[in-house]
């Protein structure tokens, strides 16, 4: 039984404005996130996850980046029709946030009580007493030690992983039915990393919260995701469960993908990367972006890009050398 | 915040030394009273008597320790023209170069923070050439050539305001746009490259993402952090508003410590002079003082 989609997003494409001229960094992608699901969005730095994340909250820099085609739908509503105090009604109450790094997020100058105070003031329209009491709450779900003591904290007062929990907590505060977290866990360390991960995936659950993860963590897809979506190049070339994307990967990137992987169970000590670098945004793509670093690239793949395929039950592949038509 | 203030207090203390032996010597390069204070036609026993008085005779450093010994008391001598002590003098016209440049402050922030804050967010609009046009033209024109034309039009052509003196309010508009404006061009660069800066953070990022609205992000996340070098600067800048009230005291007729120091420089009343340069230099270390508790009021981490 499948849940109904929250976010559908169809045939998106945003251009990057540079220096060098026009690029298409994010290229007709098409995903789904249903409702209490977590999708994984991967793929290497530059792939445009992070633009991605940041169009579907409208808050992709402007003049710097513009939404060139396609589709974004919350519930059935076309955001990208939203005019802009519509979509703010939208944002912290519908579709959340957690950013990169933990370290940045958090204003220096305010008291982390004014900061989670700030969007439960404005969302749940608590103020005084109440909102200190569900500001309390929102720290115990995230298992911060002292809830009191921190809310009268600076972050400059925190640690790393204290502060990715006060920036849930910001998120969280609106009870939005998307969260979109932007590689949480890549600032923090290994350990801190791992409580993370459990605690999200935690949340997720018990609130049924619909989670765009985005991270170029195999490891962390594995702790946290339902499904996946393959990034490479601007384009999705996969989108699988996350149990199929470990057995059997489809596409030649997302197998390199895997294999360059460290995995301790493994024998060999030796991790195999992908060679070649990944294409710049500016480069003008013709065909399927992964050809160059492709050992299994056929002529074709440089000329056309390959359409979506079926490669399994909930498996979609875009490739020349996969699936069936 | 104890420790701190005890430390810069006794640094407070060497920098008044230094610069009294700074003035002390520097006034006494710069000519001799005598022929100024007393007329032409004043026999030789009559100046005699004169430098005696003024102790002028005695070797320098047996002058400085003197006057220093004075200060410790609070004695700063007497004025070699008027014969009142320099202190009274002094402290009779500090309060109102204090009023003029505090008001000329206060009117350089209240037009040229919402400049800088309007340019930064509306990068490239109206605003933001307005406020590089406002920048341009208040780092070009002088003071004392805005203050002279100031006069023109508003005193002589649509005497709406009173040129020079004191009195009511309508005493200080001018001056104090004049001493305002030395400083406006600044806080509007400064605070524009730094509002820019500030906006391109992740939390301003969060900041939206939270659903705020964009008056709230600008006004209330980017603006606080973004003061914090524009404070260091208000400080420093402190110095140059009361050294400019020199020239706009002695342009508005304004009876303030900068036309006391003007005057007393041309007669050359040296107690005067030092008296006055000392209550400069305690104004502008109290000012530095209070910039940096203003410092860790808004910024948290400087508390620690």
Same mark, same amino acid.
């Given at each position: 039984?499948?849940?109904?989609? /929250?976010?559908?997003? !169809?045939?998106?494409? #945003?251009? *990057?404005?540079?220096?060098?001229?026009?690029?298409?960094?994010?290229?007709?992608?098409?995903?789904?996130?249903?409702?209490? !699901?977590?999708?994984? /969005?991967?793929? !290497?730095?530059?792939?445009?996850?992070?633009?991605?994340?940041?169009?579907?909250?409208?808050?992709?820099?402007?003049?710097?980046?513009?939404? $060139? +085609?396609?589709?974004?739908?919350?519930?059935?509503?076309?955001?990208?029709?939203?005019?802009?105090?519509?979509?703010?009604?939208?944002?912290?109450?519908?579709?959340?946030?957690?950013?990169?790094?933990?370290?940045? $997020?958090?204003? =220096?100058?305010?008291?982390?009580?004014?900061?989670?105070?700030?969007?439960?003031?404005?969302?749940?329209?608590?103020?005084?007493?109440?909102?200190?009491?569900?500001?309390? !709450?929102?720290?115990?779900?995230?298992? #911060?030690?002292?809830?009191?003591?921190? /809310?009268?904290?600076?972050?400059?007062?925190?640690?790393?992983?204290?502060?990715?929990?006060?920036?849930?907590?910001?998120?969280?505060? +609106?009870? =939005?039915?998307?969260?979109?977290?932007?590689?949480?866990?890549?600032?923090?360390?290994?350990? *801190?990393?791992?409580?993370?991960?459990?605690?999200?995936?935690? /949340?997720?659950?018990?609130?049924?919260?619909?989670?765009?993860? *985005?991270?170029?963590?195999?490891?962390?897809?594995?702790?946290?995701?339902?499904?996946?979506?393959?990034?490479? +190049?601007? @384009?999705?070339?996969?989108?699988?469960?996350?149990?199929? #994307?470990?057995?059997?990967?489809?596409?030649?990137?997302?197998?390199?993908?895997?294999?360059?992987?460290?995995?301790?169970?493994?024998?060999?000590?030796?991790?195999?990367?992908?060679?070649?670098?990944?294409?710049?945004?500016?480069?003008?793509?013709?065909?399927?972006?992964?050809? =160059?670093?492709? +050992?299994?690239?056929?002529?074709?793949? *440089?000329?056309?890009?390959?359409?979506?395929?079926?490669?399994?039950?909930?498996?979609?592949?875009?490739?020349?050398? @996969?699936?069936? $038509? | 915040?104890?420790?701190?203030?005890?430390?810069?207090?006794?640094?407070?203390?060497?920098?008044?030394?230094?610069?009294?032996?700074?003035?002390?010597?520097?006034?006494?390069?710069?000519?001799?009273?005598?022929?100024?204070?007393?007329? &032409?036609?004043?026999?030789?026993?009559?100046?005699?008597?004169?430098?005696?008085?003024?102790?002028?005779?005695?070797?320098?450093?047996?002058?400085?320790?003197?006057?220093?010994?004075?200060?410790?008391?609070?004695?700063?001598?007497?004025?070699?023209?008027? %014969?009142? &002590?320099?202190?009274?003098?002094?402290?009779?016209?500090?309060?109102?170069?204090?009023?003029?440049?505090?008001?000329?402050?206060?009117?350089?922030?209240?037009?040229?923070?919402?400049?800088?804050?309007?340019?930064?967010? %509306?990068?490239?609009?109206?605003?933001? %050439?307005?406020?590089?046009?406002?920048?341009?033209?208040?780092?070009?024109?002088?003071?004392?050539?805005?203050?002279?034309?100031?006069?023109?039009?508003?005193?002589?052509?649509?005497?709406?305001?009173?040129?020079?003196?004191?009195?009511?309010?309508?005493?200080?508009?001018?001056?104090?746009?004049?001493?305002?404006?030395?400083?406006?061009?600044?806080?509007?660069?400064?605070?524009?490259?730094?509002?820019?800066?500030?906006?391109?953070?992740?939390?301003?990022?969060?900041?939206?993402?939270?659903?705020?609205?964009?008056? %709230?992000?600008?006004?209330?996340?980017?603006?606080?952090?973004?003061?914090?070098?524009?404070?260091?600067?208000?400080?420093?800048?402190?110095?140059?508003?009361?050294?400019?009230?020199?020239?706009?005291?002695?342009?508005?007729?304004?009876?303030?410590?900068?036309?006391?120091?003007?005057?007393?420089?041309?007669?050359?009343?040296?107690?005067?002079?030092?008296?006055?340069?000392?209550?400069?230099?305690?104004?502008?270390?109290?000012?530095?003082?209070?910039?940096?508790?203003?410092?860790?009021?808004?910024?948290?981490?400087?508390?620690?």
């Amino acid at each position: 039984m499948e849940a109904a989609p /929250l976010l559908e997003v !169809e045939n998106l494409s #945003v251009d *990057v404005f540079g220096e060098r001229g026009v690029g298409r960094a994010v290229d007709g992608i098409s995903f789904t996130v249903r409702r209490g !699901e977590a999708l994984g /969005l991967i793929g !290497e730095s530059g792939s445009g996850k992070s633009l991605t994340c940041l169009t579907v909250m409208r808050l992709n820099p402007s003049p710097s980046t513009r939404v $060139a +085609g396609g589709m974004l739908r919350l519930d059935g509503n076309d955001l990208l029709r939203l005019g802009e105090d519509e979509m703010r009604s939208y944002r912290g109450r519908r579709i959340a946030m957690v950013l990169q790094d933990p370290m940045a $997020a958090l204003n =220096p100058v305010f008291r982390i009580g004014d900061q989670i105070g700030e969007a439960l003031a404005l969302h749940r329209g608590l103020r005084g007493a109440g909102q200190e009491k569900v500001a309390l !709450e929102l720290l115990g779900r995230l298992r #911060v030690p002292d809830p009191a003591r921190t /809310l009268r904290s600076f972050p400059h007062q925190l640690s790393g992983g204290m502060r990715q929990r006060v920036v849930s907590a910001i998120a969280l505060a +609106g009870q =939005p039915e998307l969260l979109i977290a932007d590689e949480p866990t890549t600032a923090l360390d290994v350990t *801190v990393q791992a409580a993370y991960l459990g605690l999200l995936r935690q /949340l997720q659950r018990e609130s049924s919260l619909a989670v765009l993860f *985005v991270t170029h963590d195999l490891g962390a897809i594995a702790r946290v995701c339902d499904r996946v979506a393959v990034m490479y +190049g601007g @384009r999705i070339v996969e989108v699988a469960d996350v149990g199929t #994307v470990f057995r059997a990967p489809s596409h030649p990137y997302t197998q390199a993908l895997l294999r360059s992987m460290p995995d301790v169970t493994r024998r060999s000590d030796r991790l195999d990367p992908i060679p070649g670098q990944p294409p710049s945004v500016f480069a003008r793509k013709q065909g399927c972006p992964f050809a =160059p670093r492709c +050992g299994e690239a056929m002529p074709r793949c *440089v000329e056309e890009m390959p359409p979506e395929r079926s490669a399994g039950p909930g498996q979609v592949v875009r490739c020349w050398a @996969r699936g069936a $038509a | 915040m104890l420790p701190m203030i005890a430390s810069r207090a006794l640094q407070a203390l060497l920098t008044l030394l230094l610069t009294s032996v700074v003035v002390f010597v520097l006034a006494r390069t710069s000519g001799n009273p005598v022929d100024l204070v007393l007329p &032409p036609e004043a026999t030789a026993a009559e100046r005699r008597i004169f430098i005696e008085r003024n102790g002028l005779d005695r070797p320098l450093p047996v002058q400085y320790a003197v006057f220093l010994g004075g200060v410790v008391q609070g004695d700063f001598g007497m004025s070699i023209r008027t %014969r009142q &002590p320099a202190v009274d003098l002094v402290l009779e016209r500090l309060p109102r170069t204090l009023i003029l440049a505090t008001a000329g402050l206060f009117i350089a922030l209240v037009i040229s923070v919402p400049i800088g804050v309007l340019a930064a967010a %509306r990068r490239a609009g109206f605003w933001d %050439r307005f406020g590089q046009g406002f920048a341009l033209l208040g780092q070009s024109v002088p003071a004392f050539w805005l203050g002279i034309v100031l006069i023109l039009v508003f005193s002589v052509h649509l005497q709406w305001l009173p040129s020079s003196g004191t009195g009511g309010w309508r005493n200080y508009v001018l001056p104090a746009i004049v001493l305002g404006w030395s400083i406006s061009a600044g806080v509007v660069r400064l605070l524009r490259s730094s509002m820019l800066e500030v906006l391109g953070t992740e939390f301003i990022k969060l900041a939206r993402a939270k659903g705020l609205t964009e008056r %709230r992000v600008i006004w209330k996340h980017a603006l606080w952090n973004a003061l914090i070098p524009v404070i260091t600067f208000i400080g420093f800048m402190y110095g140059v508003i009361i050294a400019s009230a020199v020239v706009v005291e002695v342009v508005f007729g304004w009876p303030g410590l900068g036309y006391l120091a003007y005057e007393s420089t041309l007669w050359r009343d040296f107690p005067v002079l030092q008296c006055a340069v000392l209550a400069y230099t305690a104004v502008i270390v109290t000012i530095n003082l209070l910039v940096d508790i203003c410092y860790g009021l808004i910024d948290p981490r400087v508390r620690a």
